[in-house]
């Protein structure tokens, strides 16, 4: 990596699918940032982990500023931030409802709004935001999380169409049944509350997915870089299904 190299700012990226966008792009021959309230467990090479609360719209517009007087450029931007929650209508507080939104929407409301300016002076950058297949159907139990993912799909599009002129793309990735921290976080959950067999819950998982297995997050990841990626320069304002089949049942 060196001063010339492209540069990627990844929120949320300490772990699972996060983790394996910001090894991706690394491997890719990025500056890589990782906007996290923690840092990555184990250091990744040629990247760094810039401390951010993307909740606080007020400490991204700081991080960002400095990032980008810093390298002045930032050509890409994946926002990943996010967490689960599994609960229907009822079950869900304001508290809750406020928290997730917090995270999940108004997170990455505040990322995007913050690196534009640079990717507008550069009329170049690619926004790829980290939705869901919740993003495309409903899914029980999923009250909240299933209408911030729908939103991200919404930002994409949006995003996508008034920002064209400048060249700048964005799209999102709506990943199925991932195995990552946040996947087995949300078994345990599960788990804990009915009462369950774990391992069970897991092949009932896999077997609920055409392809009959869960997905990886080095794979969520692949696609997220081709996404960024030039060979993809044509493609703008989609959502982009990675769910071993699930949404076209």
Known sequence: MNDNSPVC???????GIGLAVVKKFVAEGYR?????????ETPVKNSKWLPCDVTNIDEVNGVIAALATDTQQIDVLISNAGRHVSANIEETSPELFDDIFALNVKGAYAVVRAVLPVMKLANCGAIVFMASDQ?????????????TKAALASMAKTTALDYASFNIRANAVCPGTIETPLYHQAIDTYVDKSGADKAQVHQEEAAAQPLGRLGQPEEVAELTYFLASDKAAFITGSLHSIDGGYTAQ
């Open 9 to 15: 700012v990844v929120t949320g990226g300490s772990l």
């Open 32 to 40: 890589v940032f990782n906007l996290d309230i923690r840092d990555f």
């Open 135 to 147: 993003a495309l159907v409903g899914k029980r139990n999923s009250f909240a999380y299933n209408l």
